[in-house]
């Protein structure tokens, strides 16, 4: 007899190729009692404590056209889970009067996974490319916030001696943003990109490639 697949069997989908890439968040559209809503669906960092140890991803809903108003959430394979049950009924506008609440939730759960893609897709409108952008940018430590990006640098030393290694945010906007000049640099996973919020600062990725060149080598003289 076969299996019934989880009904958010998806996100774990999505959440394992953004793993592969290392990158660090998703997007689609999510549409609810005619509001439609940008879904963020974003992979635990390393090192990160995970709200249950059953936690697959975390998502944020965002009304759309509206950034600020949001609603974070986690989900495991079977169930969404909410801060707070008020929370989660003011924000999708569910009534107060309805009984039985964690039935609803499940009933949203299951309506939810309908909207899911079942892989990672590269190509979307503008505004889930800008809520991914936006929240690379925020969420990026080894970069200011901006999209110009004016240079790259070499990581620093960990504690145990190592180079520190490109986090999944930065590696992710820079793919996003800069793609030629990442394909040509991605493989040294010890280098991050710099983003500058100034658009008079944005450099060519030949510059930006015969400037690295050439610290590199200047360090190699002076060893």
């Known amino acids: 007899m076969?299996?019934?697949?989880?009904?958010?069997?998806n996100l774990k989908l999505i959440r394992d190729e953004l793993k592969k890439r290392n990158w660090a968040v998703d997007a689609f559209l999510f549409?609810?009692?005619?509001i439609e809503y940008i879904v963020l669906v974003k992979v635990y960092?390393?090192?990160?404590?995970?709200d249950?140890?059953?936690a697959v991803v975390k998502l944020e809903f965002i009304k759309k056209g509206n950034g600020s108003?949001?609603?974070?959430?986690?989900?495991?394979l079977y169930k969404l889970h909410f801060p707070a049950y008020k929370s989660f009924r003011e924000f999708f506008e569910i009534n107060f009067d309805q009984e039985n609440l964690g039935d609803i939730i499940q009933q949203f759960t299951q309506y939810f996974s309908t909207f899911i893609p079942n892989q990672l897709i590269i190509n979307k409108e503008s505004s889930l490319e800008?809520?991914?952008?936006?929240?690379?940018?925020?969420?990026d430590s080894e970069s200011s916030s901006g999209i110009y990006c004016f240079g790259v640098?070499?990581?620093r030393l960990k504690n145990d001696g190592t180079l520190g290694q490109r986090r999944p945010e930065n590696n992710q906007k820079a793919a996003l943003l800069r793609p030629e000049l990442f394909e040509k640099l991605k493989d040294d996973s010890t280098i991050s990109f710099c983003f500058s919020e100034d658009p008079a600062r944005e450099t060519s990725d030949e510059t930006i490639l015969?400037?690295?060149a050439e610290r590199n080598r200047s360090l190699v003289l002076n060893d």
């Open 2 to 9: 076969c299996s019934q697949k989880a009904p958010l069997y």
């Open 130 to 139: 800008k809520s991914i952008t936006g929240y690379l940018n925020k969420s």
């Open 153 to 155: 640098k070499r990581n």
């Open 52 to 54: 249950s140890p059953y």
């Open 210 to 212: 015969l400037r690295w």
């Open 31 to 34: 549409q609810y009692k005619k």
């Open 69 to 76: 108003e949001s609603l974070c959430a986690y989900a495991d």
């Open 45 to 50: 960092s390393k090192g990160e404590t995970k």
